[in-house]
């Protein structure tokens, strides 16, 4: 008899215990995420959502650090050819499956396969997974590939259940299963996706909510009277001008993280005819006068309000790849009109095409402005995004305000937008030295060899200037006073592990 | 009556094979090619052609209107490449919402607008017309965006009564329901009041110079009975046609308002495609859209047949 009491004394307090600590945690997205299958979705925002619910073999820092998740420890093959990684164990999927060697072969070979991957390019270089023992994989490469590890933070490093996924094909992501902290419960297109602690995860103290509600919001100014009211306990990416009205708010707190990805100009030098017709395409001496005509400082102040950091290389000033041989130009115009001048076009007239977005069109009016104190006139074209890509991708443009999200590797904002016939490559950029340099610190697994490399690839491009680094924008997130243990790291993703509400 | 219900049934299918032809060759216009925005930021060769191919987009016009038009009749409008979802499935999610939103919104309408005009048309001339008039044009003149935006800080942020936006299905929680959806439906309202007072005003003036009006004031009938029993019911005529007109507009979405709180109805499914070029769900959405107004029309010319005994012949 006494020990039924006791049993139910445990249970009410248990009980008890769970109802106290049942918190739901309402965070407002600026998108609504595409599909949440992590081998097919392409979104930013998507990626958001699945760091609740998607565990990946590694994980970045706050210092862009690569450190252990779902695996455990790595190690490179003396050729670099093939990468030896430990697995987890205990791990499951939020369908009971168990998490081994077996399952990140199938995830690797899913998202190589699979039909409209979006990995398959990232892992381009993977050409075969072996099962060492039960919890030891190893990926071997064509060739040695320095990005592979950070590839792994991301979605192409998402674990998904085996199981599950060859149940549901093509329409695995309506109702995702992986092995993050928080499984998939529902989701409403355009409304929210609701997610509900997963009691069995590897990690389980860190978590301290029993729901994640995701709720796509695209006004800045309606999210944040969401929050403000108390519909909402965490927004992401506020508007930089409700910046200082949150700050005398003491019921809120603000993160602002400088984001991997930049803000720039891409300029055409030799993707169309139209590179040849108009002299900022034509002569590396008016892109130089242009780029010295732009006070980088000013326009974070106008366009971003002072929320942005300048830069002028693919990664922002602070990261551990930024060029130091290659610092941010001042503003000449005395020394752009002198360019010009002996580049015999004293006024050269270019059309710059920006994206209907209130950021890049007014990025567009400042660079009017101040490249017209040196000689410059300046066409703005505003197009719709979706045309403005498709202009881009067909060479139908002379300059483009264009922005990337980044990645963590400084080859994600590399390769693509200036090796020679690379997929973003909009500027027609083509230079093989450089093409070689950005090959070789592929290859080159040693961070400070690598930064060696990047060195002179920031020396030859800062003069050749198919895309002119702009800025670098900030992540910025309110949330609640009582929400504590915010991770800020640079990829913006909010990492719910150690998040709590008092 | 038989034959007049084939003829009006038979003019439907060549407006319907219009519109679908419409809806379809309407969104070849959009310049963009929706392989390369739905492939996402890295745009992925392998991908943009794996999303062509999907789409049928290197096939000749005509052939992908035919694979659209089979889909559909076999009740299939394809599917949201998007997020990887049936366009049925979206269309049966949102239109409980905007079915809800409209209702809600045209029911304010006419409280507001009908008692308003009425109002205004007795009061003719006095303090009362000229607030009534004055409250129309506010409501005619104010743009949706900026009256949502104005409740939510007067009601949300401020006073916190109403949620600032979002949605609760009426089966979960028909308060919160209530409450997610009164400010939207006010909005929506406001707008469609004024013109239903502008109406609801000229018709009662007409009618209370019309010499039944007179006769019935002559037998001694209470003012109160003369207005609402003889004149208004008289008046409400043209009303009610502009109201069901204005609900019809009020089931293809109000983007705008639907933005602002973030409802999630056709006004938003329809936007979020056309930025995204998922054609699948705006040519599903338009289609459906366009079927139910066109036999929302269908059955009130229909009432009108059984109303009318001179058209019934």
């Known amino acids: 008899m006494r020990k039924v009491k006791g049993l139910m004394l445990a249970a009410a307090i248990a009980v008890a215990a769970g109802a106290a600590s049942a918190q739901t945690l309402r965070i407002g997205l600026a998108e609504d995420p595409d599909i949440l299958d992590p081998t097919l979705a392409r979104t930013f925002v998507g990626r958001i959502v699945f760091a609740a619910l998607c565990d990946k073999l590694f994980d970045l820092d706050e210092n862009l650090n690569i450190v252990p998740q779902l695996a455990t420890a790595y190690e490179w093959s003396g050729d670099n050819k093939s990468l030896l990684i430990k697995l987890r164990e205990g791990v499951t999927f939020h369908d009971g499956e168990k998490f081994n060697a077996e399952a990140v072969k199938f995830n690797i070979e899913r998202h190589k396969t699979m039909p409209g991957s979006n990995r398959r390019g990232e892992l381009a270089p993977v050409t075969s997974v072996d099962v060492v023992d039960e919890y030891t994989v190893r990926l071997n490469l064509s060739a040695p590939f320095s990005p592979l590890l950070a590839m792994l933070t991301d979605r192409a490093g998402m674990m998904v259940s085996p199981k599950a996924a060859q149940a549901a094909g093509q329409n695995f992501g309506a109702a995702p299963v992986c092995s993050g902290p928080f499984k998939f419960v529902e989701r409403i297109a355009q409304d929210r996706i609701t997610l509900e602690r997963y009691a069995n995860y590897w990690n389980k103290d860190e978590i301290h909510f029993d729901r994640i509600v995701y709720v796509p919001i695209t006004d800045a100014t309606v999210r944040l009277a969401n929050l403000r009211s108390g519909q909402l306990d965490f927004i992401e990416r506020v508007a930089a001008s409700d910046i200082p009205g949150l700050r005398s708010d003491s019921r809120f707190k603000i993160s602002k993280i400088v984001e991997l990805g930049y803000q720039g100009i891409t300029i055409n030098v030799n993707k169309s005819e139209l590179a040849q017709k108009n002299p900022l395409g034509r002569d590396p001496r008016v892109r130089e006068a242009f780029e010295l005509s732009l006070d980088r400082d000013a326009i974070v102040q106008v366009v971003m309000e002072g929320e942005s950091q300048p830069g002028n290389q693919w990664v922002p000033p602070g990261n551990p790849f930024y060029a130091k041989n290659v610092p941010i130009p001042k503003r000449d115009v005395a020394k752009a009109k002198a360019l010009l001048k002996e580049a015999g076009v004293t006024n050269p007239s270019f059309t710059l095409m920006t994206p209907t977005n209130t950021d890049q069109q007014k990025i567009a009016q400042v660079v009017q402005a101040m490249a017209a104190e040196a000689g410059f006139d300046v066409k703005i074209q505003s197009t719709e995004f979706a045309t403005s890509l498709n202009l881009a991708d067909k060479g139908q443009f002379e300059a483009y305000v264009l922005a990337w999200s980044g990645r963590a590797d400084p080859d994600g904002n590399l390769y693509s937008f200036l090796h020679t016939g690379a997929p973003l490559n909009n500027s027609g950029y083509s230079n093989p030295e450089v093409d070689a340099l950005i090959n070789q610190a592929r290859t080159t697994l040693d961070v400070e060899a690598r930064k060696k490399i990047y060195e002179q690839v920031a020396a030859q491009v800062s003069k050749d200037r198919p895309i002119i680094y702009l800025y670098h924008r900030y992540w910025l997130w309110a949330y609640t006073n009582k929400l504590s243990g915010l991770r800020t790291v640079p990829d913006g993703m909010i990492r719910v592990q150690g998040l709590k509400m008092s | ?313």
């Open chain 2, 1 to 313: 009556m038989f034959t007049y219900l084939v003829q009006r049934l038979a003019t439907i299918i060549p407006t319907l094979v219009f519109v679908s032809m419409l809806i379809f060759g309407l969104q070849q216009l959009l310049p963009g090619d929706p392989a390369i925005i739905l492939a996402g930021e890295e745009r992925d060769p392998d991908v943009v052609a794996y999303l062509r191919a999907r789409l049928h987009l290197d096939e000749p016009l005509p052939v992908r209107y035919l694979y659209w038009v089979g889909g559909v009749l076999q009740g299939d409008l394809g599917e949201s490449l998007r997020i990887q979802r049936p366009v049925l499935d979206l269309i049966l999610e949102k239109l409980p919402v905007t079915i809800q939103l409209a209702s809600m919104a045209i029911v304010i309408a006419l409280v507001i607008g009908v008692t308003a005009g009425v109002v205004s048309a007795v009061k003719k001339d006095t303090i009362w017309d000229y607030a009534a008039n004055v409250i129309a044009l506010w409501g005619l003149s104010t743009p949706n965006f900026w009256l949502g935006i104005m409740l939510i800080l007067l009601f949300s942020v401020s006073l916190g009564w109403l949620p600032a936006s979002g949605y609760v299905p009426p089966t979960e929680d028909l308060g919160a329901n209530l409450a997610a959806m009164i400010m939207p439906a006010f909005v929506l309202g406001n707008a469609i009041a004024a013109v239903l007072m502008r109406h609801t005003r000229s018709a009662m003036l007409q009618v209370l110079s019309a010499d039944y009006v007179r006769t019935a004031r002559a037998k001694g009938l209470a003012e109160r009975v003369v207005i609402l029993k003889h004149a208004l019911r008289n008046a409400l005529v043209p009303v009610i046609t502009l109201g069901a007109l204005e609900f019809g507009t009020l089931l293809s979405g109000a983007v705008l308002t639907e933005q602002v709180f973030t409802i999630p109805g056709f006004g938003k499914l329809i936007v979020d495609a056309v930025f995204n070029r998922d054609y699948a769900v705006v040519q599903g959405v338009v289609l459906f859209t366009a079927t139910a107004y066109i036999t929302l029309n269908l059955l009130a010319d229909l009432a009108y047949f059984l109303v009318n005994p001179r058209l019934r012949g």
